[in-house]
C-alpha cells in the first residue's frame, strides 16, 4: 500500500476547508440527495461526499457505507485530490497502491474506485464526490464528464454557505463603516480613497462622493503635505507604515489634526487605514504646555527675586545675632534668631523649589565623577555636627567598605546626604544616636541613614517620596520642611544611576537605603614585547 502524499498547497487547502464549517455537522438532505442519485445513475452501492481533512477522510454524505471517516492514510480520496480530473482505479487489486490496503482487502471491500475534486472558490481541492463498486469496471469518458458535472453541483452546495457569509461579511463591514467614530478607509497607496467610513464626512464636513473624487493629499495642509507623501511612498514600497499625524483642511476651512494607524497590501497597492481625528487632544497639549511654560518662567522668577533680598537678610540677622553691634537683650536675641531661622527656611524652599524645577526639564547639571565614599560621608557627619547638637543626637559612622568608590557628582551626593542625616536627627529621640553607614551588597554599594525614632505611618508609605508629600501635614506640625527633599534626592540618586528606598517599623525607627553601581578602575593592558 503506498499512502498519498500531502499537496504541496496542504497549509492552504486545509484552511479552505475548515473555513466551510462542513466538518463533523448533520447530515443535509442538499448532500443527500446527490450521493442517491449518484448510486443509482452509475449504477454503485457506494456513492459518498467526502472531506479530506488533516488526517482523515470524512463524509458529509454517504450511501451503501456504514462509517462516517477513515485514515486519510487509507484512502483512496487522498490520491484523488493530488489530480484536477476525475481519478479511477478499475480493479484495486491490480494497482500496487491499493493491493494490500485495508479497505481492499477488509470492509467495504473496495475493487473500484472513481472521485472527482470539490473545490472550494480559491481552487483549493477540499475532497470528492466518488463512487465505489465491490467489483471491477470500467469507467467511460462520457462517465467520467457526467460525474464531474455532479462534482460540480456538490461544489455549489458546499459553496453556497460560503457565498452567505461573505454577503454577511459585507453587510457587517458596510455597517462597521458606517457607525465607527474612527475615521476608517481604504484607500490606493496614491491617496486615492476606495471606501470610507461616515466619520470622514462628519469630522470634515464633506459628502462621501466629494471625498471619493478628492486624494488624501488634496486634503492634507500644505505644511504637512511632504511628509504625507513620504509616508505613503514608504507604504507603496511595502514598508511597514509607523503611526503618523498630520493636518487636514475641513470643507468650512477649519484644521484637523488626525493621527493615523495602517497597513499596506503592496501587491494590490492598497492601504487599510483608521484615522482618528485628535484636535481637541492637540489643543490641550498645547495649553498644558503653555502652562507648564508660565508656571517655569513664573517659579524661576519668583525664586530669584526672593532668594537675593533673602539673602541679604539671612547675612544681616546672623551679623546681629552673632553681636555685630553689640550684645542685644534676651528678648531681642530670640526674635532676631527666629527670624534668622524661618529666613534660612524659606531660601531652602526656593533652592529646593528650583532644584525640582530643573530636575523635571533635565536642566540640572551633573558633573560624574569616581570618587571615595568614605570621606564624603565624613564631610556630611561634620556638616551636621551642629545641627546634632541642636536636637541633642549623636551621630556615627560605619565604614565596612574603605576605598570604595562610585561615579557620582560630590556635591549632589552630600546634597542627599544632608536631607537624608537632617530628617533623622529631627525625628529622633533626643539622646539616641543616628547611624550612617557604607557597606557592599552583592556589586552594588549602599549608603544607609538609619534613625531610632518613630517610624513612618504605613498609610504613607506609597507617597512618601511624592512632592510637597508630609507624614503630618497641618500647620501646627512639630518639625518642620517642605516637603520636596525625598523627592528631589531620588531625582538626584536616579540620576547618578542609582536607587533609593527605605524600610521603617513603629516606634523602631526608619532606615534610607541608597545604592550605587561601586566603580571599579579598569587596569591598563601590559605593553606587548617587541621582536628586535
Not at 223 to 241: I, N, S, Y
Not at 412 to 435: D, H, I, M, W, Y
Not at 457 to 478: C, I, V
Not at 485 to 508: C, H, Q, Y
Request: proline share 6%; aromatic share 6%; glycine share 8%.
Amino acid at each position: 500500500m503506498i499512502p498519498p502524499p500531502l499537496p504541496a498547497d496542504e497549509p492552504r487547502r486545509l484552511h479552505a476547508l475548515h473555513r466551510l464549517s462542513l466538518l463533523d455537522t448533520p447530515p443535509e438532505e442538499r448532500f443527500d440527495r446527490i450521493v442517491r442519485m449518484a448510486s443509482r445513475m452509475f449504477g454503485v452501492p457506494i456513492a459518498l461526499v467526502t472531506l479530506v481533512d488533516r488526517s482523515r477522510q470524512w463524509f458529509k454524505a454517504r450511501v451503501g457505507l456504514a462509517a462516517s471517516a477513515t485514515s486519510r492514510d487509507d484512502s483512496f480520496c487522498g490520491h484523488a485530490i493530488l489530480t484536477p480530473d476525475t481519478f479511477v482505479v478499475p480493479d484495486a487489486l491490480e494497482d500496487p497502491r491499493f493491493t494490500d490496503n485495508p479497505l481492499v482487502t477488509g470492509d467495504p471491500l473496495i475493487r473500484f474506485y472513481a472521485g472527482h475534486p470539490l473545490h472550494t472558490p480559491d481552487g483549493s481541492r477540499v475532497g470528492t464526490l466518488c463512487l465505489i463498486d465491490r467489483k471491477s469496471r470500467d469507467f467511460t469518458e462520457e462517465e467520467r464528464e457526467l460525474l464531474a458535472d455532479m462534482a460540480h453541483w456538490v461544489e455549489l452546495e458546499l459553496n453556497a454557505l460560503t457565498v452567505q457569509e461573505a454577503r454577511t461579511a459585507l453587510a457587517q463591514q458596510e455597517r462597521f463603516f458606517e457607525l465607527s467614530v474612527d475615521m476608517l478607509c481604504i484607500a490606493g497607496v496614491d491617496g486615492t480613497f476606495r471606501q470610507l467610513g461616515r466619520a470622514w464626512c462628519r469630522t470634515l464636513g464633506y459628502s462621501e462622493a466629494a471625498l471619493r473624487a478628492t486624494s488624501l493629499l488634496e486634503l492634507v495642509h500644505a505644511e504637512d503635505r511632504a511628509a504625507t507623501r513620504a509616508w505613503l511612498e514608504r507604504g507603496a514600497r511595502g514598508e511597514p507604515l509607523p503611526p503618523f499625524e498630520h493636518r487636514c483642511q475641513g470643507r468650512d476651512g477649519s484644521c484637523h489634526w488626525l493621527q493615523w494607524n495602517a497597513a499596506v497590501n503592496p501587491e494590490e497597492g492598497i492601504l487599510y487605514g483608521v484615522a482618528r481625528d485628535i484636535t481637541e487632544q492637540k489643543r490641550l497639549e498645547d495649553e498644558r504646555r503653555e502652562v507648564e511654560r508660565m508656571k517655569s518662567e513664573f517659579v524661576s522668577t519668583v525664586s530669584h527675586e526672593l532668594r537675593t533680598p533673602l539673602t541679604s537678610i539671612r547675612g544681616s540677622l546672623g551679623l546681629l545675632e552673632g553681636g555685630v553691634l553689640g550684645e542685644l537683650p534676651a528678648q531681642a536675641q530670640d526674635m532676631v534668631r527666629i527670624a534668622r531661622t524661618n529666613t534660612e527656611r524659606l531660601i531652602r524652599l526656593i533652592n529646593d523649589i528650583l532644584d525640582l524645577e530643573k530636575m523635571e526639564a533635565g536642566q540640572l547639571d551633573f558633573q560624574l565623577e569616581p570618587m571615595e565614599l568614605g570621606p564624603l560621608l565624613a564631610a556630611a557627619v561634620e556638616a551636621h555636627h551642629g545641627y546634632a547638637q541642636q536636637y541633642g543626637v549623636a551621630v556615627e559612622t560605619v565604614v565596612e567598605a574603605p576605598e570604595a568608590r562610585a561615579l557620582v557628582d560630590g556635591d549632589r551626593f552630600l546634597q542627599v546626604l544632608a536631607n537624608l542625616l537632617s530628617n533623622a536627627l529631627k525625628f529622633s529621640p533626643p539622646g539616641e544616636r543616628v547611624t550612617l553607614r557604607l557597606e557592599r551588597v552583592d556589586t552594588r554599594l549602599r549608603v544607609s541613614v538609619q534613625d531610632r525614632g518613630p517610624g513612618i505611618p504605613e498609610a504613607f508609605h506609597p507617597r512618601l517620596f511624592q512632592k510637597f508629600a508630609q507624614a503630618d501635614g497641618s500647620d501646627s506640625r512639630r518639625k518642620g520642611g517642605t516637603g520636596l527633599g525625598l523627592s528631589i534626592a531620588r531625582g538626584l540618586v536616579e540620576r547618578m544611576g542609582g536607587s533609593l528606598d527605605f524600610v521603617t517599623a513603629e516606634n523602631a525607627g526608619t532606615t534610607f537605603r541608597m545604592e550605587l553601581p561601586e566603580w571599579r578602575s579598569v587596569p591598563s593592558p601590559r605593553p606587548t614585547k617587541e621582536t628586535p
